[in-house]
């Protein structure tokens, strides 16, 4: 791995993602991508939350969830010279597997989601992954049984194994000669709506210095951590996040959503340190001044309007999700309680509307 001499980062960072003017993270590859970092902790809490709280483990949704969406990914990802390769069942394409394995596992572990590495392989029916430091196991089980169907074309499962406390054997296996038929999702292009983000950039490999300045990257454990608090993060694919709520609300119901909003909400008035990083004395759109290079959105709008506080984000990752992290990290700032309701009154724009109430 080469690093930047500006700046210390992997200098594929900058080839691989856009730091955009919106308030988001935009992948440089054919399906442009967006992505958004979040806590490992905070992703982990929200899925256990909505477990504990269902009384139903919902690994098995986040797997099947990813499966779909990580195919996607994975067709756009690929260079050209493997997504050419021969696959199918007349011809193993081991070789082509290892190298797409190696392609895909180095570029998660840039992202945060640890490493990975092909432990067993037998071309048409089974495949075994070791997994070191995953950020979520089924979420890359999803993906890895993704990649297996697109280049094996049969249809698979997979479950995963715990074999020491941060290591785990992901099993996929063959279940059906064909592949499920796959949706045609039309890709529809999104449009952000503009912003005047302006982030310092590093002048050799072009990542924001908020960004080289506030994380840290051991590209070989795969493991991205904030450099002051110490706090894990990952760089999520916004899709495969939506994709995941989707799943858990088809299955939950309706209340699903708002649910979730609360768990952030809570989650996040309690690991923000925003009192230690925002000074006495700031405006309140200063207190989420790391959303646009998070790629979490663009806070354009803050004011109190009859005692209560209303903050606009432009392009949020998921509104009712950015919703909840506005009113935690509000709530972190003054030591108080909120009552929280939001809307998109425009495409692309969450008004999040909150009152105090302790
Ligand atoms: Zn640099």
Redesign the pocket.
Do not use: A, D, S
């Given at each position: 791995m080469r690093y930047?001499?500006?700046?210390?980062?992997p200098?594929p960072?900058?080839k691989f993602l856009a730091w955009t003017s919106d308030g988001t993270i935009i992948g440089r590859d054919a399906a442009r991508t967006r992505l958004v970092y979040i806590e490992v902790d905070e992703l982990r809490s929200l899925y256990d939350g909505v477990s504990r709280l269902m009384n139903s483990p919902v690994d098995p949704l986040v797997y099947r969830a990813e499966k779909e969406v990580g195919k996607r990914f994975i067709k756009t990802l690929l260079p050209a010279f493997l997504a050419k390769a021969p696959r199918g069942k007349l011809i193993r394409p081991e070789a082509a597997i290892k190298a797409t394995s190696k392609y895909i596992f180095n570029y998660m572990a840039g992202l945060g989601m640890g490493r990975a590495e092909v432990y067993e392989y037998h071309s048409g029916d089974h495949s075994r992954v070791l997994l070191m430091d995953p950020h979520s196991v089924p979420l890359i089980a999803g993906d890895g049984a993704g990649v297996f169907e697109f280049m094996e074309r049969v249809g698979v499962q997979a479950g995963w194994q715990r074999i020491k406390a941060d290591e785990y054997i992901v099993t996929i296996q063959k279940v059906s000669e064909e592949p499920p038929v796959e949706e045609e999702f039309a890709l529809e292009e999104i449009q952000y709506r503009p912003g005047n983000v302006q982030m310092e950039?590093?002048?050799?490999?072009?990542?924001p210095i908020a960004v080289?300045g506030s994380i840290y990257l051991n590209f070989e454990k795969g493991i991205l951590r904030h450099s002051k608090t110490g706090v894990r993060l990952v760089a999520m694919p916004v899709q495969s996040f939506n994709a995941v709520v989707r799943e858990l609300s088809r299955e939950f119901g309706a209340a699903l959503p708002g649910l979730m909003e609360g768990l952030e909400q809570k989650y996040t008035r309690e690991a923000s340190n925003v009192r230690e990083t925002v000074p006495p004395g700031s405006s309140i759109l200063d207190m989420f001044h790391d959303f646009p290079w998070m790629g979490t959105g663009n806070p354009v709008r803050a004011n109190l309007e009859g005692g209560k506080v209303v903050i606009a984000i432009d392009n949020p990752f998921h509104p009712g999700i950015v919703a909840g992290r506005v009113a935690g990290i509000y709530e972190a700032w003054t030591g108080s309680i909120v009552r929280t309701t939001w809307i998109e009154d425009v495409p692309g724009r969450v008004t999040v509307t909150l009152e105090r109430v302790a």
């Open positions: 930047c001499k500006g700046c210390g980062f200098v960072y900058g950039k590093c002048t050799r490999c072009g990542v080289t």
